[in-house]
């Protein structure tokens, strides 16, 4: 195809605003994909991005489209994620298309992601379309949406275009407005190869695929190209395009996306922006790279049954061959016996690791409390990282402690606005800005990162009754006064309830987590003090009171079957618990007792 016949998009849009259903509208209307074949959400391909409503990795499609100028193109669109744990991906995606549509709910307005996507999208240069969607519903208000787009993005809105993406009102208007208002790509045909590398996974059948945008030159299966990072040379088993379907043909083009295979054996081979040329007669001018996404959030993951160490070895790896971002390392825990300290780019990220690992693979887990990246400097000088604070040295050793910190941008109705800024302020917030556009407030927040990952985000939800959104990038580390609080259960500290906390507000969380645990420890037949201690010293102490009769004492009489239901149902809750010296601490535990509410 030539240059001026291709255009490259993404869409950006704040979650729920109607990216999937646009994705899928603009498929449908240039018949992309036969209708029989057309399911909801065409482009969010894991069960899981369909069961939850988000997308997770970049996915791709080359839509055909004749105009109403009478000529052919070939539109290309990235899909990529909304969720504030995979901007990096985001901004990578961006840099391999020229423009972007900006879709805005007509009826809610700009919020935090529509935000942080759309700065992505001007910071690659895009050009953006804005698009109003669900103009079906009576809530909707063009004029005043339009209005806040030029007053809090800074870009003219008065040609945004009016769509619903349920009705398909404006979806072929939408489409002429890409040929029209978007540029083409450019790029030199006789040029040697420059391709960017904007992703890759893992599949079973073909191995690993790369999506490259071409820049200059032509790729075409049986060329020998070279990775630019790594010198690293491979054949050309396939290339092709995604109808969504993954479809090999002869060759790809400058401003073309596509995907190549080349018997690459692992995903680790290949370094998301690096630049891809051929071996022979190769460009010697590489595009400028990407750092790779680093894990900020890291947690224990435990099998529930220690004879599947092995499984979850297995499944982890399987994981982290499709997923560059993900970490892990093995972990021993006095508690919870054999398992790997994981590293995550946040916590949905997590959650989805998680899931798969138990859905996929059916292996239960346990899994520790999320903690964040620690500096600690010692008395001698140097500096660790600490990922677990189970391993946190000796306090005589340490001289200072250093705390990831963001900055939080919260949108909000105004009448909620008094809410978040306690939130934030109980979080150890330091307010940096707070203006108004409309009746919504925007708020500005620099906060630490360990008082965010854990349930910053539901609180949010639940003080606001879903109506603030939010979004965050992180900012560097700070000094602060922290401390390692440790749990001590009938005496014996429990490592996997080590947590690092404020000194200042370590007495208030020590309380919180013994009531907590209290009531989610079942009562044996001897009394269990459970206690908070920071270096040796209690700070809080509650004492569960012995239980006085065996369960089944209660089912007087010789109802053996009962009986004996009642032993399996207490045998197969033991299975979910945590033998710890003599006491059982069931799974829940460990990421409840962490809950501040
Ligand atoms: P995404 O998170 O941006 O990908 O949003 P989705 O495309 O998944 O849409 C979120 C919800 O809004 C879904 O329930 C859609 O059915 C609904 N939705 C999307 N577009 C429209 C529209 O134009 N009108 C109406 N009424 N609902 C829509
Ligand atoms: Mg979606």
Same mark, same amino acid.
């Given at each position: 195809?030539?240059?001026n016949?291709?255009?490259?998009?993404?869409?950006v849009?704040?979650?729920d605003?109607?990216?999937?259903?646009?994705?899928?509208r603009?498929?449908q209307?240039?018949?992309?994909?036969?209708?029989?074949?057309?399911?909801?959400?065409?482009?969010?391909s894991m069960?899981?991005?369909?069961?939850r409503?988000?997308?997770?990795k970049?996915?791709?499609?080359?839509?055909?489209?004749t105009?109403?100028?009478?000529?052919?193109y070939?539109?290309?669109?990235?899909?990529?994620?909304?969720?504030v744990?995979?901007?990096?991906?985001?901004?990578?995606?961006?840099?391999?298309?020229e423009?972007?549509?900006?879709?805005?709910?007509?009826?809610?307005?700009?919020?935090?992601?529509?935000l942080?996507?759309?700065?992505?999208?001007?910071?690659?240069?895009?050009?953006?379309?804005?698009?109003?969607?669900?103009i079906?519903?009576p809530a909707?208000?063009c004029d005043?949406?339009?209005?806040?787009?030029e007053?809090?993005?800074?870009?003219?809105a008065?040609?945004?275009?009016?769509?619903s993406?349920?009705?398909?009102?404006?979806?072929?208007?939408?489409?002429?407005?890409?040929?029209?208002?978007?540029?083409a790509?450019k790029?030199?045909?006789?040029?040697?190869?420059?391709?960017?590398l904007?992703?890759?996974?893992?599949?079973?059948?073909?191995?690993?695929?790369?999506?490259?945008?071409?820049?200059?030159?032509k790729?075409?299966?049986?060329?020998?190209?070279r990775?630019?990072?790594?010198?690293?040379?491979?054949p050309v088993?396939?290339?092709?395009?995604?109808?969504p379907?993954?479809?090999?043909i002869?060759e790809?083009?400058?401003?073309?996306? @596509? &995907? $190549?295979?080349?018997?690459?054996?692992? =995903?680790?081979?290949? #370094?998301?922006?690096?630049?891809?040329?051929? +071996?022979?007669k190769g460009?010697?001018?590489?595009?400028?790279?990407?750092?790779?996404?680093?894990?900020?959030?890291?947690?224990?993951?435990?099998?529930?049954d220690?004879?599947?160490?092995?499984?979850?070895?297995?499944?982890?790896?399987?994981?982290?061959?499709?997923?560059?971002?993900?970490?892990?390392?093995?972990?021993?825990?006095?508690?919870?016996?054999?398992?790997?300290?994981? @590293? &995550? $780019?946040g916590l949905?990220h997590?959650? =989805?690791?998680?899931? #798969?690992?138990?859905?996929?693979?059916?292996? +239960?887990?346990?899994?520790?409390?999320?903690?964040?990246?620690?500096?600690?400097?010692?008395?001698?000088?140097?500096?660790?990282?600490?990922?677990n604070?189970?391993?946190m040295p000796?306090?005589?050793t340490v001289?200072?402690?250093?705390?990831?910190?963001?900055k939080?941008?919260?949108?909000?109705?105004?009448e909620y606005?008094?809410?978040?800024?306690?939130?934030?302020?109980?979080?150890?917030?330091?307010?940096?800005?707070?203006?108004?556009a409309?009746?919504?407030?925007?708020?500005?927040?620099?906060?630490?990162?360990?008082?965010v990952?854990?349930?910053?985000?539901?609180?949010?939800?639940?003080?606001?009754?879903?109506?603030a959104s939010?979004?965050?990038?992180?900012?560097?580390?700070?000094?602060?006064?922290?401390?390692?609080?440790s749990?001590?259960?009938?005496?014996?500290?429990?490592?996997?309830?080590?947590?690092?906390?404020?000194?200042?507000r370590?007495?208030?969380?020590?309380?919180?987590?013994v009531?907590?645990?209290k009531?989610?420890?079942?009562?044996?037949?001897?009394?269990i003090p459970?206690?908070?201690?920071?270096?040796?010293?209690?700070?809080?102490r509650?004492?569960?009171?012995?239980?006085?009769?065996?369960?089944?004492?209660k089912?007087?009489?010789?109802?053996?079957?009962?009986?004996?239901?009642?032993?399996?149902?207490q045998?197969?809750?033991?299975?979910?618990?945590?033998?710890?010296?003599k006491?059982?601490i069931?799974?829940?535990?460990?990421?409840?007792?962490?809950?501040?509410?």
């Open positions: 195809t030539d240059l016949h291709i255009r490259n998009f993404s869409i849009a704040h979650i605003h109607g990216k999937s259903t646009l994705a899928d603009l498929i209307e240039t018949n992309t994909v036969a209708d029989r074949d057309m399911k909801e959400q065409m482009l969010d069960d899981i991005e369909r069961e409503g988000i997308t997770i970049a996915n791709t499609v080359r839509i055909e489209y105009s109403d100028n009478g000529d052919d070939v539109l290309n669109l990235i899909d990529t994620p909304g969720h744990d995979f901007a990096y991906e985001v901004s990578r995606s961006m840099r391999a298309v423009g972007s549509l900006l879709v805005v709910d007509s009826t809610q307005g700009v919020e935090a992601q529509t942080a996507n759309v700065y992505q999208a001007i910071e690659a240069d895009h050009e953006i379309v804005p698009v109003l969607n669900k079906d519903l909707s208000e005043r949406v339009a209005e806040q787009i007053d809090v993005i800074g870009i003219d008065t040609g945004a275009i009016q769509v993406a349920k009705t398909g009102v404006g979806i072929r208007e939408t489409l002429e407005a890409i040929v029209n208002e978007l540029p790509p790029g030199d045909a006789d040029a040697p190869l420059k391709a960017m904007v992703d890759s996974w893992y599949d079973a059948y073909l191995g690993v695929i790369v999506l490259v945008r071409i820049i200059d030159g790729l075409k299966k049986g060329d020998r190209i990775m630019m990072s790594t010198d690293a040379v491979y088993d396939r290339v092709g395009v995604f109808t379907e993954m479809k090999p002869d790809l083009g400058p401003g073309e996306i @596509g &995907f $190549l295979t080349a018997s690459i054996k692992q =995903v680790r081979d290949t #370094r998301v922006g690096d630049t891809i040329t051929h +071996e022979k460009t010697t001018e590489a595009l400028p790279g990407f750092k790779p996404a680093q894990p900020v959030v890291f947690c224990g993951l435990f099998p529930v220690n004879a599947e160490f092995e499984d979850l070895r297995d499944s982890i790896e399987k994981l982290a061959l499709n997923d560059a971002s993900f970490s892990s390392e093995m972990e021993t825990s006095a508690a919870l016996g054999f398992g790997f300290r994981c @590293g &995550f $780019l949905l997590l959650e =989805v690791i998680r899931d #798969r690992i138990e859905r996929e693979y059916n292996i +239960e887990l346990i899994t520790t409390a999320p903690s964040v990246i620690y500096h600690v400097y010692l008395k001698d000088g140097s500096m660790i990282e600490l990922h604070p189970a391993d000796d306090l005589s001289d200072h402690l250093e705390e990831p910190r963001i939080a941008t919260i949108m909000v109705p105004d606005l008094g809410d978040v800024l306690k939130l934030c302020q109980d979080r150890r917030g330091i307010q940096m800005d707070l203006t108004y409309g009746s919504r407030a925007m708020v500005v927040y620099d906060l630490p990162l360990n008082e990952v854990f349930d910053f985000y539901d609180r949010l939800k639940s003080v606001t009754k879903g109506y939010f979004d965050y990038q992180m900012i560097g580390y700070r000094e602060d006064n922290l401390v390692k609080m749990i001590l259960v009938n005496d014996e500290p429990v490592d996997a309830l080590s947590t690092m906390v404020h000194r200042d370590a007495e208030m969380r020590g309380r919180a987590m009531e907590k645990l009531d989610l420890i079942p009562r044996h037949m001897f009394k459970i206690q908070a201690a920071i270096g040796g010293k209690v700070i809080a509650e004492t569960l009171s012995a239980m006085r009769k065996d369960v089944t004492a089912c007087y009489g010789g109802d053996a079957t009962r009986k004996k239901k009642l032993l399996e149902k045998k197969a809750g033991k299975k979910k618990m945590r033998q710890f010296g006491v059982d069931p799974q829940e535990a460990f990421i409840s007792a962490l809950k501040m509410d």
